[in-house]
């Protein structure tokens, strides 16, 4: 808290010929350092002012306002500001009241909560993006969410779908997901500790992948899911803690506001990505934070029952990660059981059978019984997508012609053609199929992913993400 005021003074001079001004019932200042508008807020909404060597926090009911150092025209501005308002709210009506409040806020503001079930599981996503990128698809077939995998007894995938991230050597859907986690989960867990925060992230992550493949039943992996519980947490805090935040532990509900509904239009304008799992982290975050904080936030120690449910958020997490390990390393033929139980697993999505069909297909070191289940998958999705897909049935002929079957490649590949006539990579691949070419047209991930139709819902590479 800043010291008492001790001289009259009601206009601080910024520097771009704007002003605040202290008036008889409230407060003009700055809506944003970038905003030329000013906007008004009363004393009585006043909720929290702290200072830090950058900025003076201004917290009302309605948000937090940032104002820069560097704005004031006076080198003493800001403090010279924040005491004038606490002289003038000491001797409003209720001051005192309202003075007590922000003393408390100002003790947690002292002494927020540590950090420590954020930077865990930062450090886990980043551990399990290392050993994929060493280990390879063992560790991507074994962990990835697929309901129907859960649904055959593989519950594990619940938690571990989370901690896996796309492409490995692409690991810009990692970053960004940890990026936001960490800034996201930061504000939350200063405020309500690492017990809640645990169970707030466990509640979402589950809820996350549980909506996604209730929705479609492609492979699903990101951390995203809890992103959104915890800007979700954020936002239930910001709506109905607004009194017990700390200022500088706040969004500005319009940059809030902003990025919700930014990532709202590119979860649903990009067909990769799951809306279904975002919205399913978000509502379970919402509803998570408000059963297991109410209004008591701040508390240093949290009751015997959140902390043992955080407890078994942790066993969860060690145990279905350990189990995934096991069955991904005790067993020596893991991808051929694998590729067998995909092959014959019911309500598997077409795309999930047909990457994996194509995995095997390009893989040099692919054994004779890996491309028969290959072939049940491609088969399978053929026909589950009514032989519509040119990629699709590009992928079975390529398998038919693995396995000495030439000329069913050529008729395959030429329906492929008939679907796709504009692509030379299938009338290449027709050329091989007939001996006038010895090897494979290039067909990077990406050339693959131009190529199709554009489909809501299309999976490119290995599966949706969140």
Known sequence: MFESYHGPRDTFALHDKRAIQLQADGIYHPRSNRSAISTFTPYE?????????????????????????????????????????????????????????MAEVDALARNPAP??????????????????LAVGERIWNVGYFSLPFVQDGDLWRLVTGNLLHGVPQFPLHMVL????????????????????????????????MAAGGVA?????????????????????????????LPAWLRIPRRSMFFFLGVNGILMLAIPFVSASAHIGGFLAGFVGT???????????????????????????????????????FANPHFQADFNRRLAGLPNVSPFDLNDRAWTIAIDPDSSDQDRQAALEMAQRAVLETNRASPQILDTLAEILFQLGHPELAAETIREAIARAPRDS????????????????????????????EPRREWVPGPGLTV
């Open 45 to 101: 909404d006043v909720t929290h002012v702290a200072g830090t060597s950058r900025a003076i926090w201004l917290g009302t009911r309605r948000s937090v306002y940032v104002i820069p150092r560097k704005m004031f025209a006076n080198e003493t501005g800001p403090e010279d500001f924040a005491r004038a308002l606490f002289a003038i709210l000491a001797n409003r009506p209720g001051g005192d009241v309202q003075l007590a409040q």
């Open 425 to 452: 990579y299938y009338r290449e691949q027709l050329r091989r199929f007939i001996g006038e070419r010895g090897d494979r047209p290039d067909d990077s991930p990406f050339r693959r992913f131009e190529r199709e």
């Open 115 to 132: 950090v420590i079930t954020t930077w865990i599981f930062v450090a886990i996503c980043i551990a399990v993006f290392a050993l994929h």
């Open 290 to 328: 408000a059963l297991l904080t109410g209004l008591d936030i701040g508390r240093a120690r949290p009751g015997t029952a959140i902390r043992g449910l955080a407890a078994l958020v942790a066993a969860i997490t060690v145990a279905a990660v350990g189990a995934a390990g096991f069955v991904a």
């Open 216 to 244: 479609a039943p492609s492979a699903l992996v990101g951390s995203s899911g809890i992103v959104f519980g915890l800007a979700a947490a954020c936002l239930w805090l910001e709506l109905y803690c607004t009194e017990r």
């Open 177 to 208: 997901n940890l990026f936001a986690l960490t800034a996201l989960g930061n504000l939350v867990e200063r405020v309500l500790g690492p017990a809640r925060t645990a169970c707030i992230m466990g509640l979402a992550g589950v809820a996350a």
